[in-house]
């Protein structure tokens, strides 16, 4: 209800200022005024409560409606009503004092500094009181308007006061719009370049729309109306577009900090899961496969006293050979869980002794002259794994490779093979399960595997 007041509110005002302005004796520029007078209200007030309603704690969305109100208040200059034409030559500039609020305060709808505010409250008492020393002595003759109605602030009329005070007041007008200028550069030029963006319209649109009718009302003729009802007109529309870049960047920034959340998040899940892996591998060595070797030299001595029996002696026999092949299964195991030799001795001996059981002929080049981090090292290595168990399985190749290269801040792993190709990630769940382990270090996992041409394996992952 209160918006719905507020737009009707203006809208009453609007038509007001048109019918004010078609009916005046005085003003010029009248289609200009009837036009874009309610025009720039309107502007101002729509957009602001769009931006007030969207963003409730940002003032600067009510800024918006108050110098859209302070606007159309300013139009009774054109009024043929003494009272009306008086309060309009008074109070009428306190638009000039919003404009300057608004200007320093965008985006946020506050001002950022102790001399923002000082300048702020210059502008609220140089724009309305500037006008009152002429006011004071100046009729219609000093006015040069013969059809304007009584100005009731004219004490007596003083035709060699008026020119120079008026000039004063032109002149406190032309520095302060300097100043704000100034300011207004100085704030560009310190913010970043998404904040720029923001910026760019909203000060261009309101230093000319600021400058032309400041013209305008020194007399340059009716063309500086039109063009600075349209400049006016157009800048309500860039606060609005500066107020939706502005939540654009926010979302963005939530954005980039939500996915930087989750790629730290998975980045964890996978160091946890290698220090399990770890741990896991820690204790089938040091305690199952321990049990295991005791067993079998327990096993050795029991075979070496059977003596001359020859059925104890087979069953001790085939005792000691399937615990050999559970130790074997066991080792296994360990390795594909973590290997050790990765924790003790480091990336390129964990690979020589991952090639060594590889079923064809495989080249390594490794590249790395110091360690890796450990995330890196065993994602590597588990690529190098998956590649040469697909190359076992699938590829019916005659020889492989495995190349790791680092080089501008990555590390490059390379599986290839020469067999029939055809692979396709999207069908294994290893290969699935190594992307997302790549992905969590912000790594990439690419496949090549032209039918016939053989398969590319390929993992890029940045060192951090």
Same mark, same amino acid.
């Given at each position: ?19 004010? &302005? ?9 289609e200009a005024f009837a036009i874009f007078g309610p025009a720039v209200g309107w502007g101002f007030v729509g957009a602001g409560l769009f931006a007030w309603r969207r963003e409730p704690e940002n003032r600067t969305g009510r800024l918006m409606v108050l110098l859209g109100f302070a606007w159309l208040v300013s139009t009774l200059e054109a009024a043929d009503d003494a009272f009306l034409y008086t309060v309009g030559l008074l109070v009428g ?14 985006? %946020? ?12 409250? #210059? ?6 009181? &500037? ?44 520095? *302060? ?8 550069? @100085? ?11 923001? =910026? ?27 063009? &600075?009802?349209?400049? &006016? ?11 939706? @870049?502005?939540?654009?960047?926010? $979302?963005?920034?939530? =954005? ?5 959340? *989750? ?33 079998? =030299?327990?096993?050795? %001595? ?9 059925? +104890? ?13 559970? +130790?074997?299964?066991? @080792?296994?195991? #360990? ?14 001996? #964990? *690979?020589?002794?991952?090639?060594s059981r590889a079923p064809v002929p495989v080249a390594v080049e490794a590249a790395v002259d110091s360690r890796l981090p450990a995330p890196v090292e065993s994602a590597a290595y588990f690529v190098v794994s998956e590649g040469l168990a697909n190359v076992a399985k699938y590829a019916q190749a005659t020889h492989a490779s495995v190349s790791v290269r680092r080089q501008n801040g990555h590390v490059t792993v390379d599986v290839a093979d ?12 290893? =290969?699935?399960? $190594? ?22 394996? @390929? ?6």
């Open positions: 209800m209160r918006f719905a007041g507020i737009a009707f509110a203006a809208l009453v005002a609007g038509v007001g200022v048109c019918m004010l &302005a078609l009916a005046s004796d005085h003003q010029e520029a009248k500039p306190l638009w000039g004092s919003v404009f300057v609020h608004l200007g320093l305060a965008f985006p %946020s709808g506050r001002l950022r500094s102790s001399l923002d505010r000082a300048i702020v409250i #210059a502008g609220y008492f140089v724009f309305p009181l &500037a006008n009152v020393p002429w006011m004071l002595v100046s009729g219609p003759a000093e006015l040069d308007c013969e059809n304007c109605p009584e100005n009731l602030l004219l004490v007596e009329p003083n035709a060699d006061l008026a020119p120079p005070l008026m000039a004063l007041a032109a002149a406190l007008y032309v520095a *302060l719009f300097l100043v704000v200028a100034f300011v207004a550069v @100085r704030h560009w030029l310190r913010s970043g370049a998404f904040e720029r963006l923001q =910026l760019t319209p909203v000060y261009t649109t309101s230093l000319l729309a600021f400058l032309l009718v400041i013209m305008a009302k020194a007399g340059v003729g009716e063309a500086a109306w039109w063009a &600075a009802f349209i400049a &006016a007109w157009l800048t309500p529309f860039a606060f609005l577009g500066g107020l939706l @870049r502005s939540q654009i960047s926010h $979302l963005d920034a939530e =954005l980039r900090e939500s996915m930087e959340e *989750l790629r730290a998040s998975r980045a964890r899940i996978v160091e946890a899961s290698d220090a399990a892996r770890r741990k896991l591998e820690r204790d089938l060595h040091d305690g199952a496969q321990s049990r295991l070797v005791a067993l079998s =030299l327990l096993l050795r %001595s029991a075979r070496m006293r059977a003596g001359d029996d020859p059925q +104890l002696a087979g069953l001790l026999d085939e005792a000691q050979s399937e615990l050999q092949t559970s +130790l074997g299964e066991l @080792r296994e195991l #360990a390795r594909g869980i973590h290997p050790a030799v990765l924790t003790e001795r480091g990336l390129e001996p #964990a *690979l020589q002794a991952l090639v020469n067999g029939v190709g055809g692979a396709d990630a999207a069908h294994g769940s290893g =290969l699935r399960g $190594l992307a997302d382990r790549v992905a969590a270090l912000d790594g990439t996992l690419s496949l090549e595997s032209p039918a016939g041409g053989g398969t590319l394996l @390929r993992a890029k992952i940045p060192l951090r």
